[in-house]
């Protein structure tokens, strides 16, 4: 039943920054684990970062000291402020909320990091 609606792709150069959102129902933010996925042409998704009911974020390991996620819970949003872009970050970006057993995904928006 969970539905999410990602925004904020586009086209940067690197060293850019954009923001995502992800705008969730239900007031699912506030109590079930969400996250951010990316995928690359020929890669697999690949979790970046995800933020807990009590407010824990983990990131990957490629995207650490640049990329911050953020819950708002009044407004049922969850972010992913990007911050120093690089081209290697070039994927679509989709949001993901684990109500198990499920998970549910949003439609994914581009993000492009390119002179």
């Known amino acids: 039943q969970a539905r999410l609606v990602e925004s904020g792709g586009g086209l940067v150069q690197p060293g850019g920054s954009l923001r995502l959102s992800c705008a969730a129902s239900g007031n699912i933010v506030s109590k079930y684990v969400m996250g951010w996925y990316r995928q690359a042409p020929g890669k697999q998704r690949e979790l970046v970062a995800q933020i807990t009911r009590g407010g824990t974020a983990i990131y990957a390991d490629s995207v650490k000291g640049r990329f911050t996620i953020s819950r708002d819970n009044a407004k049922n949003t969850v972010d992913l402020q990007m911050n120093s872009l690089k081209p290697e970050d070039t994927a679509v970006y989709y949001c993901?909320?684990?109500?198990?057993?499920?998970?549910?995904w949003g439609q994914g928006t581009q993000v492009t990091v390119s002179t």
């Open positions: 993901a909320a684990d109500l198990p057993p499920l998970t549910y």
